[in-house]
């Protein structure tokens, strides 16, 4: 367990615990003593003297959310938001001293009873235990080191490194305290945790937002400094700027802060793109339910230019998250814009979604084509299932990519997922184009040819038909829960091709195409663990604009669904929790017969 290594790890420093008024305990029960002084009211302070790197806080996810207010020299360096333990031990966090090494810092705590368990269990520590022992931890999937993770933000390519920075709580496995986690990647897939890249300051937390390579030095930070923009969420919320000389190791926030403000409450998420026909810098900004849209020449100051929304989409709760890419339609030599809407809530089954609306962009106005003309319920999701948000694509991509992820979860339930150490993990990557079918233009999401390099040896199954049911057990010989499959089905008259990937435990996902309805649905209801949150239960359907045929590519890793239709012309992303991996799957036609004519496994594995 990760508590007991904490237990054995050997402390430096000496921590100390006054209790009560004048009277002075010193609790031995833990190596080093330390000592709190309890200051009624649920308030009590800790002094640590020459600390080690790390004061490890033990966190109970039920409890209440205190306050913390770190203060170095009777000047305060920075606050949080921490479920102490109170009752229990779910976890720890560490709250990092180094940069303290040789002073005293005092730390505040607010809104904890003085009978806290959590006061005994306090650890000071020069290393902290990353190591993962999560049974639903993904191998091939970015998620956190330990801790919150929500939004992928500032993506950017620069000297051959993808940046990814997301919206993260150092500080516990829920939402609060929100900072922007980094990671790079050469190749989309190997991540290497780096350092918090941008923490709360006094205008406020750090929200979503974008990066670009300001590669003329528009603003003067530097020649191809990269330019970060964030939303700064104090009791309003407004845009500001950090930047970096040294390929996002380390930020310097403008001092002019904020750049953007409004009188609108939900004003956040900054996207900033270089529109090259105006030779501008375009800023987008989800404001309440629309996109505003800004323009500059030195990305500090900003003009507003339109705004987009009314009469647009759909409109069950805020957007956020705007991207803004121009993207070449397949097949011809067009390229048309995309404006990507993140929704929360009023996705199509409940909670969040990514919504996009196709059009042209002149640098000042986004124009959707076709609002009203679309053959499939208004509007279009860029993925149809329930796991799929905040979908937002790397800027200065090589080879002219457009390549988005998008955070793996829903709203709805991400704070109650059932892992611990860490909540949440990206999509994989995909890569975006259009298509047309019907006189409509659509998004494919492809996975990113980069996922190739993960495969095992590929195991093939000779083509069979399906009359009523096949069965192939053993998918794998050591299934680990990470692999892909890749299907191909001709039909001769079914009306439905279905198919149950699904374990011993019984615990199964369904996914059937209904050939009468052009549907394809995931029914994650018996998938195995469900009841963590009544909305987690879930069919998920998408429309299918390609007749007959169908082609899957799926992607699964340990506690997620990746399918991508038909060569991505539908994406559909759903978690699952299954309590061992599925490794058998259960062919049944309906109405008539089919011929999986291809049928290939590939485990994965990093
Ligand atoms: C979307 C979002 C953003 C916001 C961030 C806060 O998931 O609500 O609008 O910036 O999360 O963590």
Same mark, same amino acid.
């Given at each position: 367990?990760?508590?007991?290594?904490?237990?054995?790890?050997?402390?430096?420093?000496?921590?100390?615990?006054?209790?009560?008024?004048?009277?002075?305990?010193?609790?031995?029960?833990?190596?080093?003593?330390?000592?709190?002084?309890?200051?009624?009211?649920?308030?009590?302070?800790?002094?640590?003297?020459?600390?080690?790197?790390?004061?490890?806080?033990?966190?109970?996810?039920?409890?209440?959310?205190?306050?913390?207010?770190?203060?170095?020299?009777?000047?305060?360096?920075?606050?949080?938001?921490?479920?102490?333990?109170?009752?229990?031990?779910?976890?720890? *966090?560490?709250? &990092?001293?180094? $940069?303290?090494? !040789? #002073?005293?810092?005092?730390?505040? +705590?607010?809104?904890? @009873?003085? =009978?806290?368990?959590?006061?005994?269990?306090?650890?000071?520590?020069?290393?902290?235990?990353?190591?993962?022992?999560?049974?639903?931890?993904?191998?091939?999937?970015?998620?956190?080191?330990?801790?919150?993770?929500?939004?992928?933000?500032?993506?950017?390519?620069?000297?051959?490194?993808?940046?990814?920075?997301?919206?993260?709580?150092?500080?516990?496995?829920?939402?609060?305290?929100?900072?922007?986690?980094?990671?790079?990647?050469?190749?989309?897939?190997?991540?290497?945790?780096?350092?918090?890249?941008?923490?709360?300051?006094?205008?406020?937390?750090?929200?979503?937002?974008?990066?670009? *390579?300001?590669? &003329?030095?528009? $603003?003067?930070? !530097? #020649?191809?400094?990269?330019?970060? +923009?964030?939303?700064? @969420?104090? =009791?309003?919320?407004?845009?500001?700027?950090?930047?970096?000389?040294?390929?996002?190791?380390?930020?310097?926030?403008?001092?002019?802060?904020?750049?953007?403000?409004?009188?609108?409450?939900?004003?956040?998420?900054?996207?900033?793109?270089?529109?090259?026909?105006?030779?501008?810098?375009?800023?987008?900004?989800?404001?309440?339910?629309?996109?505003?849209?800004?323009?500059?020449?030195?990305?500090?100051?900003?003009?507003?230019?339109?705004?987009?929304?009314?009469?647009?989409?759909?409109?069950?709760?805020?957007?956020?998250?705007?991207?803004?890419?121009?993207?070449?339609?397949?097949?011809?030599?067009?390229?048309?814009?995309v404006l990507i809407c993140n929704l929360n809530p009023g996705g199509p089954f409940g909670g969040s979604a990514t919504q996009y609306f196709v059009g042209s962009f002149d640098g000042k106005r986004f124009v959707n084509e076709s609002p009203t003309t679309r053959r499939e319920p208004l509007p279009q999701w860029m993925d149809w299932g329930k796991d799929h948000y905040a979908?937002?694509?790397?800027?200065?991509?090589?080879?002219?990519?457009?390549?988005?992820?998008?955070?793996?979860?829903?709203?709805?339930?991400?704070?109650?997922?059932?892992?611990?150490?860490?909540?949440?993990?990206?999509?994989?990557?995909?890569?975006?184009?259009?298509?047309?079918?019907?006189?409509?233009?659509?998004?494919?999401?492809?996975?990113?040819?980069?996922?190739?390099?993960?495969?095992?040896?590929?195991?093939?199954?000779?083509?069979?038909?399906?009359?009523?049911?096949?069965?192939?057990?053993?998918?794998?010989?050591?299934?680990?829960?990470?692999?892909?499959?890749?299907?191909?089905?001709?039909?001769?008259?079914?009306?439905?091709?279905?198919?149950?990937?699904?374990?011993?435990?019984?615990?199964?996902?369904?996914?059937?195409?209904?050939?009468?309805?052009?549907?394809?649905?995931?029914?994650?209801?018996?998938?195995?663990?469900v009841d963590f949150s009544p909305e987690f239960p879930a069919v998920t359907s998408a429309p299918v604009t390609s007749g007959k045929e169908l082609k899957l590519h799926i992607f699964v890793d340990k506690a997620s669904i990746e399918i991508f239709g038909n060569d991505g012309r539908f994406a559909m992303t759903n978690l699952v929790f299954p309590s061992e991996p599925y490794?058998?799957?259960?062919?049944?036609?309906?109405?008539?017969?089919?011929?999986?004519?291809?049928?290939?496994?590939?485990?994965?594995?990093?």
């Open positions: 367990m990760i508590i007991n290594t904490f237990r054995k790890q050997l402390a430096r420093a000496t921590l100390s615990i006054f209790c009560m008024g004048t009277v002075f305990i010193s609790c031995m029960a833990t190596n080093p003593p330390y000592t709190v002084k309890h200051l009624g009211d649920n308030q009590s302070i800790i002094r640590i003297e020459d600390a080690a790197k790390y004061l490890l806080i033990p966190i109970e996810e039920k409890a209440e959310e205190s306050w913390i207010k770190m203060v170095v020299n009777n000047q305060e360096v920075q606050s949080m938001h921490i479920r102490l333990a109170v009752n229990q031990i779910d976890y720890y *966090v560490p709250v &990092d001293l180094s $940069a303290f090494t !040789g #002073k005293s810092v005092l730390f505040h +705590f607010h809104n904890i @009873a003085d =009978s806290a368990m959590g006061w005994k269990e306090l650890k000071l520590s020069d290393t902290f235990d990353t190591a993962n022992r999560e049974h639903y931890r993904p191998v091939y999937h970015f998620s956190p080191q330990w801790g919150w993770m929500n939004d992928p933000n500032g993506m950017v390519y620069k000297d051959g490194e993808y940046h990814l920075f997301y919206q993260h709580n150092p500080y516990g496995s829920m939402w609060a305290n929100m900072h922007w986690g980094h990671a790079v990647s050469k190749d989309l897939v190997r991540w290497e945790h780096l350092p918090v890249a941008i923490a709360p300051d006094a205008l406020g937390a750090i929200f979503s937002g974008s990066a670009v *390579v300001d590669k &003329d030095n528009t $603003a003067g930070f !530097g #020649k191809d400094a990269i330019v970060a +923009f964030y939303t700064s @969420a104090g =009791s309003r919320q407004t845009q500001s700027i950090a930047y970096s000389l040294d390929n996002g190791r380390t930020f310097t926030k403008y001092e002019g802060n904020p750049v953007v403000t409004s009188d609108i409450p939900d004003f956040r998420d900054p996207k900033v793109i270089r529109h090259e026909p105006s030779g501008k810098w375009i800023m987008i900004l989800a404001a309440g339910q629309e996109m505003q849209f800004y323009s500059s020449s030195d990305l500090k100051d900003w003009k507003m230019e339109s705004s987009f929304g009314e009469g647009q989409g759909a409109h069950g709760g805020v957007w956020e998250c705007p991207d803004l890419i121009e993207l070449p339609v397949e097949g011809t030599n067009e390229k048309k814009w979908t937002v694509t790397w800027s200065n991509a090589p080879d002219n990519r457009n390549i988005a992820i998008a955070w793996m979860s829903n709203w709805q339930y991400a704070n109650q997922v059932p892992t611990q150490q860490f909540r949440s993990s990206n999509s994989v990557p995909r890569d975006l184009s259009l298509y047309t079918f019907e006189g409509e233009t659509y998004i494919k999401n492809t996975p990113s040819k980069e996922l190739e390099s993960i495969r095992g040896k590929a195991i093939n199954q000779a083509s069979f038909k399906v009359d009523r049911t096949h069965n192939l057990d053993d998918l794998l010989k050591d299934n680990k829960g990470t692999y892909e499959l890749e299907m191909s089905f001709s039909n001769q008259d079914a009306e439905v091709i279905g198919f149950q990937l699904f374990n011993n435990k019984g615990e199964e996902v369904n996914c059937y195409y209904n050939l009468t309805e052009n549907k394809f649905s995931m029914d994650r209801n018996k998938s195995g663990l490794n058998r799957i259960s062919f049944y036609s309906k109405g008539g017969s089919y011929t999986v004519s291809e049928f290939r496994v590939f485990p994965l594995g990093i």
